[in-house]
T-cell receptor
Framework: DTEVTQTPKHLVMGMTNKKSLKCEQH?????MYWYKQKAKKPPELMFV???????INESVPSRFSPECPNSSLLNLHLHALQPEDSALYLC???????????????FGDGTRLSIL | QKEVEQDPGPLSVPEGAIVSLNCTYS??????FMWYRQYSRKGPELLMY????GNKEDGRFTAQVDKSSKYISLFIRDSQPSDSATYLC???????????FGGGTRVLVKP
């Protein structure tokens, strides 16, 4: 079991639905991340939160909206997704924060998202 | 050219053999190096984290970093079928918290 918990594990949604992915960690980490991973590819960074503030947005379409309510929680709100958005969405966290955290990232097991 | 190159495999070895994995990188700004193991339908699991040239050992795993050659390796001794997974190298530049991944190597350990 990982120390980064993601829910739900699986999600199927239509292109007009609104849903949210959730991530929780209790390791006291102050940096949290969202990644997208397609089959047979490495994870691609989407967003970085540092001390609950958005510090990096890798030019992700606005149909993905991140939120960090507190230091332990990270959400990803989804709206009007496209079939090509079907992927494994991974959350990660690391110690420290700011823009210079060189600590390793710890990943959850992801949410497998399918867009119909 | 990708910043981090990793042979995609698959790398097939018999049980008990040594698995040898490596990555090369082009940017000397990378200073911190990680190896992750990812099973199918699971998230990446951190195996090793190093930040200096040389060797680091943890159980059956040994990570090597050669910054002068921009080359990192992971060795798995006494490989088991349960080691069958995709192995991802990753690295971070001295300033910044963005991981740059290699493409991953799929490893198959046959009983």
């Amino acid at each position: 079991d990982t120390e980064v918990t993601q829910t739900p594990k699986h999600l199927v949604m239509g292109m007009t639905n609104k849903k949210s992915l959730k991530c929780e960690q209790h390791m006291g980490h102050r940096a949290m991340y969202w990644y997208k991973q397609k089959a047979k590819k490495p994870p691609e960074l989407m967003f970085v939160y540092s001390y609950e503030k958005l510090s990096i947005n890798e030019s992700v379409p606005s149909r993905f909206s991140p939120e960090c309510p507190n230091s332990s929680l990270l959400n990803l709100h989804l709206h009007a997704l496209q079939p090509e958005d079907s992927a494994l969405y991974l959350c990660a966290s690391s110690q420290g924060g700011g823009g210079t955290s060189n600590q390793p990232q710890h990943f959850g097991d992801g949410t497998r998202l399918s867009i119909l | 050219q990708k910043e981090v190159e990793q042979d995609p495999g698959p790398l097939s070895v018999p049980e008990g053999a040594i698995v040898s994995l490596n990555c090369t990188y082009s940017n000397s700004a990378f200073q911190y190096f990680m190896w992750y193991r990812q099973y199918s339908r699971k998230g990446p699991e951190l195996l090793m984290y190093t930040y200096s040239s040389g060797n680091k050992e943890d159980g059956r795993f040994t990570a090597q970093v050669d910054k002068s050659s921009k080359y990192i390796s992971l060795f798995i001794r006494d490989s088991q079928p349960s080691d069958s997974a995709t192995y991802l190298c990753a690295m971070i530049k001295a300033a910044g918290n963005k991981l740059t991944f290699g493409g991953g190597t799929r490893v198959l350990v046959k009983p």
